[in-house]
């Protein structure tokens, strides 16, 4: 690979292309900084230098779309091993692609579906996930699409340095892109076997049973590398400090109103929340010092949160800061005060130009950046050293992305992490859940390094081996074509699914449905959804 690189690579970006030649579908668990585009274009051009792909698709965050392209031409060697890449190519750009080309495709990952549509699902010989946590749920169309075009794909990787936001459940979708052979294609008939049902609310959601924890680690290990980026690099250390504060006077009075009675009332302004969640997201609105009315208008109450900020903020010396926020009535006020002292730009979801952030880690101005913390994804900002988490989520991978754009190779100084917190509000148990979830990513990401179990050992020492492309999962785990099957196609729980059957005249052979094969169940999922649609026309025109 030496001859076709320009850049030495580092050992575990060695181990790394090694692993994903030898399996063909790999997980590059890795954290943010440690150079896994340069590992997997490593094995790229291995692989296209033999001949063996030419059509490569790299689905990522919109923010990260060109990273390919520029790490391509700074680390390949082009003249020797020459590869196209298009960013979001155009009609005229795909007509263009010769035969004998390799090209290399990036996207945004909202842009799958019409990937599908324009090439089909058997166009790519490889397909790299970016990010992948971003397919991590079953049922969204990204993890959809993903999964019919890995179906054809003899080389699959899935890239991210957080994968895990809520439980190890979070894995199998990921999985599923890369070998559904693994836990199998049904989500259904897996949490029936290895889950319990908790209710929340009006919501049943599965939690992973104990007894399955370690085992869901053990099946993807053989494919998985794990990467934490002190264990590669000399980076320097990190220091987190909280600001607290006190809510006072009308913001006080209607955090409490909002807490108690799911109201407020303000004036002639009224805002109402029948949802736990909505009232939580009210709830952090009001620790910033607004909130919004159920007529969607912005009120202002005190801004305690922003002089807390302020009186840190004027104090510390002249030098590159990053902060944190959540809510753009909250990145306006900041961005407004913060002008008074010296430059600041914005990248939130209305910034046309998302490449902002590479002006502030390339230019003197601006001096300070406000990021929307869903934005903290493919970007670079390691060029600060001082970030202010102004407000979040719950969500620990956003969090821990916006952490990584800082922490990470390039930083050169001692990073300090400050977090603005309210005093008994929602702040300091959004603080203490995201510390929980870290603590469990990082227990993941441990087990994910480690080798192979005594067991796997002690086994393999037996001479037992496991016959190729055999199925871990138990006979009645595998895929074979039922309720869950015909449910998931319907895009209906199973008991609907159920009742759509008996209504359309079908009848169970035995003690249970069972389609016999994809196409019949597919067939069956066609007839269903024309019944039904006559159903409500008919009902329509009495």
């Known amino acids: 690979m030496g001859r076709l690189l320009k850049t030495k690579l580092m050992g575990h970006q060695r181990k790394g292309a090694s692993l994903f030649l030898k399996h063909k579908s790999v997980a590059f668990f890795w954290e943010p ?44 060697r082009i003249d020797r091993i020459p590869i196209y890449a298009l960013i979001d190519p155009s009609a005229s750009q795909i007509n263009a692609i010769k035969n004998d080309d390799i090209t290399l495709i990036s996207v945004s990952h909202r842009r799958l579906s019409a990937i599908l549509d324009t090439f089909g699902d058997d166009y790519f010989d490889m397909i790299v996930i970016d990010e992948s946590q971003r397919i991590k749920k079953h049922n969204t169309q990204q993890s959809k699409v993903a999964y ?25 979708a990921q999985y599923r892109f890369l070998d559904d052979s693994i836990f199998g294609h049904n989500w259904f008939k897996f949490i029936k076997r290895y889950c319990h049902q908790i209710d929340i609310g009006h919501t049943r959601i599965p939690k992973l049973k104990n007894a399955y924890k370690k085992w869901i680690i053990d099946q993807v290990k053989h494919i998985t590398m794990a990467v934490k980026r002190r264990d590669v690099l000399d980076l320097p250390p990190v220091v987190d400090g909280i600001i607290d504060f006190e809510l006072r006077g009308k913001a006080k009075k209607a955090y409490k109103q909002m807490e108690e009675e799911f109201l407020i009332e303000f004036g002639d302004h009224t805002s109402t929340s029948e949802m736990t969640v909505t009232a939580m997201l009210r709830l952090q609105q009001l620790t910033g010092g607004f909130f919004k009315t159920d007529d969607d208008d912005t009120i202002q109450l005190e801004q305690d949160k922003l002089n807390a900020f302020l009186d840190h903020f004027e104090d510390m010396p002249d030098q590159k800061v990053v902060i944190f926020a ?75 992305q916006c952490r990584d754009r800082l922490d990470r190779k390039g930083q050169l100084n001692k990073i300090l992490f400050i977090h603005l917190l309210a005093q008994f509000t929602i702040d300091m148990h959004r603080y203490n859940v995201l510390k929980i979830k870290g603590d469990l990513a990082d227990h993941v990401f441990n087990q994910l390094k480690k080798g192979k179990t005594m067991a796997k050992k002690e086994k393999a020492a037996k001479g037992e081996k496991k016959a190729k492309g055999k199925s871990n999962l138990p006979e009645f785990v595998k895929p074979k074509y039922g309720i869950p099957e015909l449910a998931e196609e319907l895009g209906v729980e199973p008991s609907v699914c159920r009742q759509k059957l008996r209504a359309g005249g079908y ?3 035995g003690r ?31």
């Not at 449905?513 to 009495?542: C, I, V």
Request: net charge neutral; glycine share 6%.
């Open 326 to 400: 959540q809510y753009t009535a909250e990145i306006d006020i900041l961005h407004e005060a913060i002008l008074r002292f010296t430059t600041v730009e914005i990248l939130d979801g209305r910034t046309k130009d998302r490449t902002i952030w590479e002006t502030f880690q390339d230019e003197h101005d601006p001096r300070v950046i406000i990021v929307q913390t869903q934005m903290g994804v493919g970007i670079d900002l390691f060029k600060a050293s001082l970030a202010y988490f102004y407000s979040g989520s719950f969500s620990y991978i956003d969090y821990r």
């Open 33 to 76: 900084g440690t150079g896994k585009t340069l590992g997997v274009l490593a094995a790229i051009v291995r692989l296209a230098s033999k001949g063996s792909i030419k059509r490569i698709l790299v689905a990522g965050p919109k923010t990260a779309r060109t990273v390919w392209s520029r790490q391509l031409i700074e680390h390949v």
């Open 507 to 509: 009848e169970k052979e």
């Open 512 to 542: 249970a449905w069972d389609f016999g094969s994809a196409k019949e169940m597919k067939n069956t999922a066609k007839d269903l959804a024309s019944k039904t649609k006559k159903k409500k026309k008919d009902e329509d025109d009495d």
């Open 148 to 172: 019919e075009l890995g179906k054809y794909a003899e080389y699959k990787c899935i890239l991210s340095g957080t994968p895990l936001d809520k439980s190890e459940l979070d894995l199998w």
